[in-house]
């Protein structure tokens, strides 16, 4: 009994994960809601599509505009190559997040918080004051727009994190504004309409996910079924499998390929569009004998923005589905609903009475 005691008084899953032979008893999802491993449909050639961006702003904008516009319209997911981003940044990023859930637990701590208001905190699981059972997973949150807003709170060590972080942002907020201008011409409005008229003064975050080897990866997750809350997610992620996306029914993997990004819808997105783009779920499981990186980042509304369907995508055979309501609002139940309901929407559509 001392030894399961001296276990659960660690903060991090990641500084006591080598010593369990066992799932913990508050890491073991119900029967019903436990990944089949033995059993997922893999992935065929094509069916995440992968875009080709190059050319966007010459010859090639209006096929990639409308490969994007399909591929939200029917997947919610896509993935991306010549997109900016250098070999080298990607790399560096990866190293730098292994090189910080390698550091001492004691130089980790420093930046502990269990509280998800708070723009830069390192934790585990998802929000531990709310959910019924843990996630197979650690993270460093980051708010990183405006950057000089959030930087002086990031963590010192490796000591180049706030210098090459701060620009593996600044190079990801370009890839996505060129992705929203796509997205808006594939709707049929302005290219800059979801950059100008739809964020407020835009937000952006990030997230250095962790997932430690499990010895019973049959039995947990490392974020189960779940769709994001804000509009639009660009994932990086190293080589080791994990992310899974729900179609037809069937969970897919989603194999890494290397130098390329992952970009899935948000639920804002999804409201934005009328519903014509629809946010998809998605989930990560875990390895026996593998550590996993990935790391998303979710660009979003400013709190005080006010989320409602593009005026040009509502008339009288396409009324609003969604009714009115401020970023704030709807991220906060989403932190307090927590994963399990899987995703807030309906709670703000135009008939709802919640």
């Known amino acids: 009994m001392a030894a399961a005691a001296t276990t659960t008084t660690k903060l991090l899953l990641s500084d006591r994960a080598s010593t369990l032979k ?17 059993d997922q449909a893999h992935i065929s050639e094509g069916s995440i599509p992968l875009i080709d961006l190059q050319g966007f702003y010459g010859l090639r904008r209006s096929d990639i505009t409308k490969q994007i516009g399909q591929a939200c319209q029917h997947g919610g997911f896509f993935q991306v190559k010549n997109h900016g981003i250098s070999e080298a940044m990607i790399n ?18 420093k930046i502990y918080s269990d509280d998800p208001s708070k723009p830069t905190r390192l934790s585990t699981s998802f929000n531990v004051k709310t959910e019924k059972v843990s996630n197979w997973r650690d993270f460093l949150r980051l708010h990183c727009y405006p950057l000089q807003d959030y930087v002086h709170d990031w963590p010192l060590n490796p000591p ?48 250095l996910n962790y997932y430690p080897p499990c010895p019973q990866p049959e039995l947990t997750y490392g974020l189960p079924g779940h769709t994001d809350p804000n509009l639009i997610t660009i994932l990086l992620q190293d080589y080791v499998p994990g992310l899974q996306v729900l179609r037809d029914g069937n969970w897919v993997p989603v194999n890494p390929i290397p130098s390329t990004f992952i970009v899935n819808i948000g639920d804002q997105m999804q409201v934005l569009s009328n519903d014509r783009y ?3 779920l998605h989930r990560a499981v875990v390895s026996r004998d593998k550590e996993r990186i990935s790391i998303p980042t979710f660009y979003c509304p400013s709190l005080d923005a006010v989320i409602c ?39 703000f559509k135009a008939s709802s009475t919640v």
């Open 92 to 109: 560096n990023m990866l190293s730098i997040a292994r090189t910080f859930f390698k550091l001492p637990e004691s130089e980790r701590l």
């Open 22 to 38: 066992n799932v913990p008893s508050d890491y073991i999802r119900p029967i019903s809601d436990r990944p089949n491993l033995t």
């Open 160 to 207: 180049s994190f706030r210098e090459d972080v701060g620009d593996y942002c600044t190079s990801v907020r370009g890839l996505v504004l060129r992705l929203l201008e796509a997205i808006s011409e594939s709707l049929g409005l302005p290219s800059d309409y979801i950059d100008k008229e739809a964020l407020g003064k835009h937000g952006q975050h990030m997230a």
């Open 278 to 280: 629809k946010s998809v």
């Open 309 to 347: 369907p593009a005026k040009g995508l509502v008339d009288h055979d396409h009324p609003a589905v969604y009714r009115d309501f401020t970023y704030a609002e709807y991220y906060e139940k989403f932190w307090n609903r927590g994963l399990a309901t899987e995703c807030c929407l309906d709670m």
